[in-house]
């Protein structure tokens, strides 16, 4: 994983509009879009708006934008239909994680059966 900061971040620059993306879902304080290199037929990324580097670097006053990725990661499920036969939602931290964006994602992948391990 690269040490991007703020300016570099690909995230950080999607959230302020300089790299365009597919938003399927946004809040004051997170987006969600497509995946730009899908591994499920439906493949989303939701991401704080403010830059975090991974769950490793959640601050305890983080609770709040946790919970609500988690929910926006609910929403965004049902809203393509993925509920009913059933996603997944998971975050990579670090390099030995698979974490390749400094920057907190949540995947959200679902349209086919998904195996275990992922990997």
Not at 13 to 24: D, M, N, S
Not at 27 to 41: I, N, Y
Not at 86 to 98: E, H, M, S, W
Request: include cysteine; charged fraction near 25%; proline fraction near 6%.
């Amino acid at each position: 994983m690269d040490g991007t900061n703020l300016e570099t971040c690909v995230f950080c620059r999607i959230v302020r509009g300089e790299i365009p993306a597919e938003v399927v879902y946004e809040e004051a304080d997170l987006v969600a879009f497509r995946d730009m290199s899908p591994q499920a037929p439906q493949h989303f990324l939701l991401i704080p708006k403010r830059h975090i580097r991974s769950v490793d670097d959640l601050d305890d006053d983080d609770q709040a934008v946790i919970a609500r990725l988690i929910l926006a990661a609910r929403d965004v499920a049902r809203s393509h239909g993925l509920s009913e036969h059933g996603y997944r939602v998971v975050t990579n931290i670090g390099d030995d994680g698979g974490q390749s964006v400094a920057h907190l994602h949540f995947h959200l992948l679902g349209g086919r059966p998904l195996s275990w391990p992922p990997g």
